[in-house]
């Protein structure tokens, strides 16, 4: 909206030419996600300890007793903060910018049905998780396929690999929505099970969106591209304005989920973070480079994969608990020492992951 309504002006304030500036309008939407919690975040917050009181708001399996009662569905604000900052700071113009929130907003709604039936106890465990995943599927498939109608037509259907400059391999319509949804739907739920601690899934999240926000504005540079061997979206710089908003947002989130939390983020939160920069990621054509950045994603994950696989196979628990975070707790880390561990690890993943880009 301002891009609309004050950089025409420029003409007669030469100030507001810095509107034209995705670094600007990235920086104003960090900011802007971030005062909106600071605002709205203890009304929020109070209004839903009031509505929630009673009931179910954390997992069964977390050994927090301590924490009962803590609101949840901090995610309303996290998409709240992020629609209304991107409304105000990107090109509206731009359809990459209505993809990125029709995905957002469309695993919010999976999320938010699944929290509010675990508070209501409605279905104690929530939405099933068949439905969840299908629900998220077509979300992502529809997603995949109005990309390939607006990207460039020797883009849309690319794979690129990291490090190696002449993989990129043209997967087809076909191929590409299935490998789009393994990405979307995988990002939204490793998110998911990452957060499980006071603090855990800020800070990554933060890192994660602030490392995709770079690359898109270097793929969206046709300069940039042609030095480093990437193929170039047109446009796809206004997508670093909304991963701007999503560091934004979850940097005021974190105000507030800081030990003790005063809030959790919910599947309300976390689903819709994890699809946002697994739409990113297939937008801008980094889905590898998402599973480097977003490391300590897949390493939950892969550490909730492994104890089941070892459960069925063998009739034993590789972990102490999955995901990864609840085995160091098991093992008698204190909570801030995983946190910030995994903190330390998420800085690691996305230098190298940024380093993809000069090494092919």
């Known amino acids: 909206m301002f891009y609309h309504l004050l950089y025409p002006l420029h003409e007669y304030w030469s100030a507001l030419n810095l509107f034209q500036y995705i670094t600007v309008r990235a920086g104003g939407a960090m900011l802007t996600a971030f005062f909106i919690w600071l605002v709205a975040g203890p009304w929020v917050i109070g209004r839903f300890r009031n509505w ?25 604000l996290v998409v709240a903060s992020v629609v209304v900052s991107t409304l105000l700071w990107c090109n509206l113009l731009n359809s990459y910018v209505w993809l990125m929130l029709f995905v957002f907003l469309g695993f919010f709604g999976i999320g938010l049905a699944d929290d509010w039936c675990k508070i209501t106890r409605r279905w104690k465990r929530g939405v099933p998780g068949r439905v969840r995943l299908g629900l998220g599927a077509l979300v992502s498939g529809l997603f995949v396929l109005a990309y390939i109608r607006v990207a460039p037509p020797d883009v849309g259907t690319l794979v690129v690999f990291p490090f190696l400059k002449s993989w990129i391999v043209a997967a087809g319509i076909a191929g590409i929505v299935l490998f789009g949804v393994l990405v979307i739907v995988g990002s939204a739920n490793a998110v998911n099970l990452t957060d499980g601690l006071d603090g855990l899934v800020s800070i990554p999240a933060v890192i994660v969106s602030t490392t995709m926000a770079i690359l898109a504005y ?28 999503l560091s934004g947002a979850m940097l005021g989130f974190l105000w507030f989920n800081a ?21 990113v990621a297939v937008m801008i054509k980094q889905e590898f480079a998402l599973a480097i950045i977003g490391g300590l994603f897949v390493l939950e994950t892969v550490s909730v994969m492994m104890q089941v696989a070892s459960f ?17 707790e098991q093992s ?4 801030s020492t995983i946190v910030v561990r995994f903190w330390i690890l998420s800085v690691i993943l996305a230098l190298v992951g940024l380093a993809t880009l000069k090494v092919r």
Not at 56 to 62: A, E, M, S, V
Not at 266 to 274: I, K, Q, R, Y
């Open 218 to 245: 270097v793929v969206g540079r046709v300069d940039f591209t042609a030095y480093l061997a990437l193929p170039h979206v047109p446009g796809a710089g206004e997508v670093a304005i909304v991963c701007a908003a």
């Open 332 to 335: 008698g880390w204190p909570e």
């Open 259 to 279: 030990p003790p939390a005063k809030i959790f983020l919910g599947d309300t939160g976390s689903l819709p973070v994890g699809a946002l920069l697994g739409a």
């Open 312 to 328: 069925k196979l063998t009739g034993k628990r590789m972990f102490k608990m999955a995901p990864l975070h609840h085995h160091f």
């Open 52 to 76: 929630q009181k009673g009931g179910d708001t954390i997992k069964d399996i977390l050994p927090h007793l301590a924490k009962a009662g803590t609101p949840t569905m901090g995610g309303v």
